[in-house]
């Protein structure tokens, strides 16, 4: 989106997991979409290939990389978009609640991994509603109330002022 005031400026290599199906080809296999997404995401094709196994590894995938994503669960597509977009180690990385599909393994596994994300030095922005989420996954956080910042600070001295907010 673009900003509506004030400057923005951006120093790092941005992945965002907002809109699931950007970069993707739909009648292109699995192995393809990884290619293409990692290409889309500022990789070079030696880069993005020497990433592929790795990428494939911890997507858990198997075999299903080499039908057409359009069979994909949703479930199985967020595993592709998620394993793509943090394998390619952005500085800074967009995210929208969408890792909330798969199974509790993949989760786990998803959540380690945004953790040793951010404990690299990288930024990770996430946009959530689940209190326990922000507490486990942020050092800081924002609660915004229609484009506002309403409070920031310590994940959980905001969650818990948002929650006892949201008592009536």
């Known amino acids: ?9 951006v120093e790092g290599r941005i992945s965002s997991l907002f809109e699931m199906a950007t970069g993707f080809e739909m009648e ?9 997404r990692g290409l889309m995401l500022g990789e070079t094709p030696s880069s993005i ?9 911890f997507s858990e995938l198997g075999d299903f990389l080499d039908i057409p ?9 967020i595993r ?19 890792i909330g599909a798969g199974d509790a393994g993949f989760l786990s596994k998803a959540k380690r991994r945004m953790k040793e994300m951010t404990e690299h030095a ?8 689940s209190m326990p989420s922000a507490v486990d996954l942020c ?13 920031q600070g310590i994940p959980q001295e ?3 002022a948002y929650l006892k907010s949201q008592i009536h």
């Open 1 to 9: 989106y673009p900003i509506t005031r004030g400057t923005l400026k």
């Open 28 to 36: 292109a296999s699995g192995w393809e979409n990884i290619r293409l």
């Open 49 to 57: 290939d020497a990433k592929m196994r790795e990428i494939a590894e």
């Open 69 to 77: 994503v359009k069979y994909y669960s949703s479930g199985m597509f």
């Open 80 to 98: 592709l978009a998620f394993s793509v977009s943090t394998a390619i180690q952005p500085e800074i990385l967009l995210l929208d609640e969408v």
């Open 122 to 129: 990288n930024i990770l922005v996430f946009v959530t509603h």
């Open 139 to 151: 050092n800081k956080c924002i609660w915004l109330e229609r484009g506002e910042i309403v409070m």
């Open 158 to 160: 905001v969650t818990a």
